[in-house]
């Protein structure tokens, strides 16, 4: 545990201090996005089970007009992250590569693309659990959801790709319009406080 604690410590938690999600509907749109580039790209995967030009094009687009759009922060977001939520954000960025390199990578060698997409899958699922410091306990079920369903595919390599692709960007959209429909994680608190007790 103290070890646990130093490694909180170091990315700048403060203990007892509550954690506010104000990012939320960003990250929804985000979601939202990347689910329709996965679900162009399959529809167009061919042998590569997902378009990879495709998804490049389409991620880094995304990338640069949400996640580095200050405009959308301005208009979706509530607030600004702490500067614990800063490091999780990057610390969980980190791991998704690190996952993505130890999971499919070692499948680029054979084009193993169904191993190799669905390695990523894994990847993202598993990454999405830290992200719950910065969005929220609902990135769990989101990363259990995404994380099996990478797993099943694994596990049944007969069944067809794509249906684990779609079941991927089902669960994506879902949790997806959740937090683009956030509420103001401020104003939910005051309504709570001024709640008089029963």
């Known amino acids: 545990m103290s070890v646990i604690s130093g490694i909180l410590n170091g990315l ?3 203990k007892g201090q509550p954690l506010t999600f104000f990012s939320k509907r960003v990250c929804g749109l985000w979601l939202i996005w990347v689910s329709a580039v ?4 399959t529809i167009f995967g061919g042998t590569q089970k ?31 992250h702490s500067k614990f939520q800063k490091n999780m954000t990057n610390a969980s960025i980190v791991l998704m590569f690190i996952l993505l390199v130890g999971i499919g990578g070692p499948f680029f060698a054979s084009h193993n693309y169904r191993m190799i997409w669905l390695g990523a899958f894994l990847a993202i699922g598993i990454h999405f659990i830290p992200f719950a410091t910065v969005h929220g ?27 684990f ?18 509420k103001n994680p401020l104003l939910l608190n005051n309504v709570d406080s001024q709640t008089p007790s029963v």
Request: glycine residues 10%; aromatic residues 16%.
């Open 12 to 14: 700048g938690y403060v």
């Open 38 to 41: 996965i679900l162009i790209g």
């Open 50 to 80: 997902i378009n990879m030009p495709i998804f490049d094009v389409g991620y880094f687009l995304g990338f640069a007009l949400i996640l580095l759009n200050k405009r959308v922060y301005r208009r979706l977001a509530f607030g600004s």
């Open 137 to 163: 306990k609902i990135m769990l079920p989101l990363a259990f959801l995404t994380s099996v369903n990478a797993i099943i595919g694994m596990l049944f390599p007969t069944v067809n790709f794509a249906v």
């Open 165 to 182: 692709a779609f079941v991927d960007v089902g669960i994506k959209v879902l949790f997806g319009i959740i937090l683009l429909f956030s």
